[in-house]
C-alpha cells in the first residue's frame, strides 16, 4: 500500500489543523493506521492509532484530548485532527499502516513521506 500524507503547514500556537493520509493500493480497511511524529534532534514518536473498522483508537498522553483520529475506508483516508496546538508539536507527521492499532513503529509495515507541521509561539 501507498500511503500520501498531506495537510501540514505554519499555525499559530491555540489553532488547529487537519492531517490527511490517502492510501492506494492494496485494501485500506484491512491496516491499522496509525500517526507518528519526529521533531528535529528527536526520535520519532507515537501520536495516535485507529483500528481498522475505525472504532478504536489510541493516543499519547501528549495529545489525549486535543487530537482526533478518525478513519474513511471509503475514501481510503486516515485523517488527524489537531487542536489547541502548542509550540512543542511542531514536527514531521507521518502516517503508517500496519496489521494492530499499537504504539510501536517496529509494527508497522508501510509508511508515508510526512508532512510538516509547524506551530508558532
Known amino acids: 500500500v501507498q500511503l500520501q500524507a498531506s495537510g501540514g503547514g505554519l499555525v499559530q500556537a491555540g489553532g488547529s489543523l487537519r492531517l490527511s493520509c490517502a492510501a492506494s493500493g492494496r485494501t485500506f480497511s484491512s491496516y491499522a493506521m496509525a500517526w507518528f511524529r519526529q521533531a528535529p534532534g528527536k526520535e520519532r514518536e507515537f501520536v495516535a492509532a485507529?483500528?481498522?473498522?475505525?472504532?478504536?483508537?489510541y493516543y499519547a498522553d501528549s495529545v489525549k484530548g486535543r487530537f482526533i483520529i478518525s478513519r474513511d475506508n471509503a475514501k481510503n483516508t486516515v485523517y488527524l485532527q489537531m487542536n489547541s496546538l502548542k509550540p512543542e508539536d511542531t514536527a514531521v507527521y507521518y502516517c503508517?499502516?500496519?496489521?494492530?492499532?499499537?504504539?510501536?513503529?517496529?509494527?508497522?509495515?508501510?509508511w508515508g513521506q510526512g508532512t510538516q507541521v509547524t506551530v508558532s509561539s
Open positions: 485507529v483500528s481498522r473498522s475505525g472504532d478504536i483508537t
Open positions: 503508517a499502516a500496519g496489521s494492530h492499532p499499537t504504539g510501536r513503529g517496529a509494527s508497522y509495515l508501510y
